[in-house]
């Protein structure tokens, strides 16, 4: 039987080039074969890698915890995607186990003549941020955050504060600096500084407004009631080093207070404060290392929270 549309018969589609190609071919531009060829193959790993940048940037990225401070819910070694994507639309809840940027780091490497720094004392190697320093800082608080340093500077515009800073050979060293008006940063204080943040993972427990408090017994209380995802855990308040949330303690507007679920030994809102909002990055979502735990997590997918 012959075909209803003989036209069609033996037509072959013909494949069109990629629009890189397409686009110098309009512009007049005359290539060789094997010119097209990489050309296509240039525009192909441009676009791979422009996907691969949008979705790291704004839908998801990839985590390895290097720590035990989130045992026995995340453990050493766990590596996992963090969900970026929603939380541009919706505000992380307590109770979740959160991904935001830590300032670890943070070393004075010049200061500069005659500056506001230079006239205070401080020098070259001076530390204002060091792992497990909480003593050392701005107005007796240690600094969290980039963002964290930049609005006590801004708020103190026209006035001064009060550096603890540590130094080699001396320990912690206190000294008065003028902040000068208008100041919003370190350059603005004649300090270049070397700075290292890292990906810390914590739970989520109070957001800003609301009253947090590691009562007696180690039970955390917000706003006088238990926060249900962490009441069958206990946290010490007798480690050296913990200030915060000893008494009822209200977080800031725009901040979070955060714990680690290993109670004992987990570096942090105990020790160091709030964690801005601007820093925040996301939420884990799925567990894809070890391959015996894979799966959802976090409250994603009817998963468990704990």
């Known amino acids: 039987m012959s075909s209803l549309w003989p036209w069609r018969k033996g037509r ?3 494949k069109k080039p990629p629009w ?8 007049g531009v005359h290539l060789t074969p094997r010119q097209e060829w990489a050309v296509g193959w240039i525009q192909t790993i441009v676009e791979v890698g422009v996907i691969f940048w949008l979705t790291i940037s704004f839908v998801t990225v990839r985590m390895t915890v290097p720590t035990g401070s989130m045992i026995p819910t995340v453990m050493p070694g766990d590596s996992f995607f963090v969900d970026i994507l929603t939380y541009h639309f919706r505000d992380p809840q307590p109770g979740r186990i959160i991904v935001f940027w830590h300032l670890e780091e943070l070393r004075v490497r010049k200061v500069k003549p005659d500056s506001p720094a ?9 530390w204002l ?5 909480n003593t050392i800082g701005i107005n007796g608080e240690p600094i969290p955050s980039l963002r964290s340093l930049e609005r006590v500077i801004a708020s103190a515009a026209g006035g001064t504060v009060t550096v603890t800073a540590l130094r080699e050979a001396a320990g912690h060293v206190s000294m008065s600096l003028v902040v000068p008006a208008g100041a919003r940063s370190l350059a603005d204080l004649g300090i270049t500084a070397s700075v290292r943040q890292f990906r810390y993972v914590k739970r989520l427990i109070a957001v800003g407004g609301q009253t947090v408090q590691i009562g007696p017994g180690g039970k955390v209380l917000i706003d006088g009631r238990p926060l249900q ?28 207070f955060v714990l680690g679920d290993n109670t004992l030994n987990s570096y942090d809102s105990r020790y160091w404060g709030f964690v801005p909002e601007e820093d925040f990055i996301g939420a884990a979502f799925i567990r894809v290392w070890p391959l015996s735990r894979f799966g959802p997590m976090n409250g994603y997918w009817w998963s468990k929270l704990f």
Do not use: N
């Not at 941020?129 to 320093?133: E, L, M, N, Q, T």
């Not at 008494?247 to 901040?255: K, N, W």
């Open 20 to 27: 890189s190609i397409r686009l110098l071919r309009k512009r």
């Open 118 to 126: 230079a006239q205070a004392g401080l020098k070259p190697g001076d």
């Open 12 to 14: 072959k589609k013909e």
């Open 129 to 133: 941020v060091a792992p497990g320093y």
């Open 229 to 256: 995802a962490v009441s069958h855990w206990t946290y010490s308040t007798t480690t050296p080093g913990v200030r915060y949330g000893l008494q009822p303690t209200l977080v800031p507007a725009g901040h979070y």
